[in-house]
């Protein structure tokens, strides 16, 4: 699975951005995929993240409510919709994939990642 993540920029506080993780693979309807960020000289940090058969949803504390994961498997692509943007919520974002995922919110239990996408939200 090779996974290829967009959709960033620069925004004011406030504002909004979806970010998109497309898949390129026959089988990526069975992955369960999650976002991740790192902001500068911080270590990648778990955002959301969804299941491909429950469809159940997982999310950070502070993005709660601000963040809503979804996916199309006719598209093969994940979104991360981001509303009521935040200085702090800037970071380089991550999709990353996982056949077989033990936590959610582990990145070293994903397989396969995307080149990231740099999301800035000015003050």
């Known amino acids: 699975v090779q996974l290829q993540a967009s959709g960033g920029g620069l925004v004011q506080a406030g504002g909004s951005l979806r970010l998109s993780c497309a898949a390129s693979?026959?089988?990526?309807?069975?992955?369960?995929v999650g976002w991740f960020q790192q902001g500068p000289g911080k270590e990648r940090e778990f955002v959301a993240a969804?299941?491909?058969?429950?469809?159940?949803?997982y999310y950070e504390d502070s993005v709660k409510g601000r963040f809503t994961i979804s996916r199309d498997n006719a598209k093969k692509t994940v979104y991360l919709q981001m509303n009521n943007l935040k200085p702090e919520d800037t970071a380089v974002y991550y999709c990353?994939?996982?056949?077989?995922?033990?936590?959610?919110?582990?990145?070293?239990?994903?397989?396969?990642w995307g080149q990231g996408t740099q999301v800035t939200v000015s003050s």
């Open positions: 990353a994939a996982a056949a077989l995922l033990g936590s959610p919110r582990s990145r070293f239990d994903y397989e396969y």
């Open positions: 693979g026959r089988t990526f309807s069975s992955y369960d």
């Open positions: 969804i299941r491909w058969i429950t469809g159940r949803t």
